[in-house]
């Protein structure tokens, strides 16, 4: 099955604390992306990777880092510097046509 | 001025009914258009892509006024099942997507 795995699908976090949301994609497609969603918002870009080894800030990537070692995976950490982390976080590919894919999101809240 | 706009809505409506949503975008350099569907905190879903010509799928009509900068999306008899939230996205030219906030749109028996 070709698609985007986000996990974990609920993740709860202590004030204070950093931590890593996992996206994984065995579809092949070179960009990956970081969106953030808050309720009743559209999405806002954070980060995103057009290719291995390189990325770009996003509209919002204060508080926020990511890697991208790996084609199949893009990892963004929520940082201690990131006020207001509560959201819903979607990563997602684009294809070669433009039409970007979105995985499962992964929903952080701040205890 | 937000880079997309969009009426949040609810557009309330009857099965069988005909509903139109329009999405204005203020950066005249966008270059690819697109709706998407999101349902009730799912992952938003591409509904289909706006080339310059306009095209159809089924009860779905998209079209693209670059004049005067807004894209637009025609549902024909709509269904229950349309019920969920729209959002159009656009590229300036980064190979990254600006959204809109988003439609909700409510198809009632």
């Known amino acids: 099955d070709g698609g985007i795995t986000q996990s974990p699908k609920y993740l709860f976090r202590k004030e204070g604390q950093n931590v890593t949301l996992s996206c994984e994609q065995n579809?092949?497609?070179?960009?990956m992306y970081w969106y953030r969603q808050d309720p009743g918002q559209g999405l806002r870009l954070i980060y995103y990777?057009?290719?291995?080894?390189?990325?770009q800030k996003g509209d919002i990537a204060e508080g926020y880092s990511v890697s991208r070692e790996k084609k199949e995976s893009f990892p963004l950490t929520v940082t201690s510097a990131q006020k207001n982390p509560t959201a819903f976080y979607l990563c997602a590919t684009l294809d070669r046509y433009n039409e970007q894919f979105f995985g499962p999101g992964t929903r952080l809240t701040v205890l | 001025r937000k880079e997309v706009e969009q009426d949040p809505g609810p557009f309330n409506v009857p099965e069988g009914a005909t509903v139109a949503f329009n999405c204005t975008y203020s950066?005249?350099?966008?270059?690819?258009f697109f709706w998407y569907r999101q349902d009730c905190r799912k992952e938003p879903k591409l509904l289909m892509s706006?080339?310059?010509s306009g095209n159809e799928d089924g009860r779905f009509t998209a079209q693209l006024n670059r004049a005067s900068q807004y894209i637009s999306l025609l549902i024909r008899d709509s269904k229950l099942s349309d019920s969920a939230t729209y959002l159009c996205?656009?590229?300036?030219?980064?190979?990254?997507?600006?959204f809109g906030s988003g439609t909700r749109l409510q198809v009632q028996p």
């Open positions: 579809l092949n497609h070179d960009a």
């Open positions: 990777s057009q290719i291995v080894n390189d990325f």
């Open positions: 950066n005249s350099a966008s270059q690819s």
């Open positions: 706006v080339y310059s």
């Open positions: 996205a656009l590229d300036t030219g980064r190979r990254a997507l600006t």
